[in-house]
């Protein structure tokens, strides 16, 4: 699976973005997509995820702020991340996830940053 990563940039507090994820390769076997970050100095955390059902989880600190999607095309599939009302403690760079949770696997994306700025 290849997942390639796009649509951080810089924003003010309080504005929007939106990430998008491209994945290819055997995506239909994929489990569970999903959003984490990392912050300079600290370690990788889940921001959002969905399951291949559509069942949906987010950290505490985005709910009801982002919103995890996925749309399946011509073997493809772009999983996005709207992330409104930006806070700085938003800025990290975004990688993408894709699980293969019977064959324990876990494949990521290139990072995109997000710089929220007060």
């Known amino acids: 699976v290849q997942l390639q990563a796009s649509g951080g940039g810089l924003v003010q507090a309080g504005g929007s973005l939106r990430l998008s994820c491209a994945a290819s390769?055997?995506?239909?076997?994929?489990?569970?997509m999903g959003w984490y970050r990392q912050a300079p100095g600290k370690q990788r955390e889940l921001v959002a995820e969905?399951?291949?059902?559509?069942?949906?989880?987010?950290a505490d600190s985005v709910k009801g702020r982002f919103t995890i999607s996925r749309e399946y095309a011509k073997n493809m599939v772009y999983l996005y991340l709207q992330m409104n009302s930006l806070k700085p403690e938003d800025t990290a760079v975004y990688y993408c996830?894709?699980?293969?949770?019977?064959?324990?696997?876990?494949?990521w994306g290139t990072g995109t940053l997000v710089t929220v700025s007060s």
């Open positions: 996830n894709a699980k293969f949770i019977a064959l324990n696997m876990n494949y």
């Open positions: 969905v399951t291949s059902g559509g069942i949906t989880n987010y």
């Open positions: 390769g055997s995506i239909f076997s994929i489990n569970v």
